[in-house]
């Protein structure tokens, strides 16, 4: 909109009614989209730091697929009938506790847990994922 356009508009009280209405769901449009962009950003990291701390590809992609499919990445996943929680989504989610007392919120934290419940229980990330998908969940 012009300056012009928008001087002539805020002239007429309908039209300026309509403007500052346009202008209203602009904005909003613009801070709703910032928690979707905060929330791709946070799951990036997340990703990231599961590579490095993984080392091995094989094995992060098994990682990789349990986690998009039981959390998409979402550090603060909860399941609401279960109360399973974070990226691996751990019933309770306090067990997490055992690898730091930041487990709610550290992707690390959630990661380094996960990781190893997966060697424990199924001998990797790989043996969890074979079974992900034998059964819909691990």
Known sequence: MSAASFLRSIATP???????AVAV?????IFAAAPAQAATTGASSA???AKKMIGDSAQYQCFSKIVEHESGWDVNATNASSGAYG???ALPGSK???A????????ATQIEWGVDYM????GSACGAWN???ANGWY
């Open 14 to 20: 309908k039209k300026a009614l309509a403007g500052t």
């Open 25 to 29: 769901a602009a904005t909003g449009a």
């Open 47 to 49: 990703q990231a730091t």
């Open 87 to 89: 990226l691996v989504q």
């Open 96 to 98: 997490m506790a055992s």
């Open 100 to 107: 730091g007392s930041d487990w709610k919120t550290n992707p």
């Open 119 to 122: 060697k424990d229980r199924y």
């Open 131 to 133: 079974f992900w998908q």
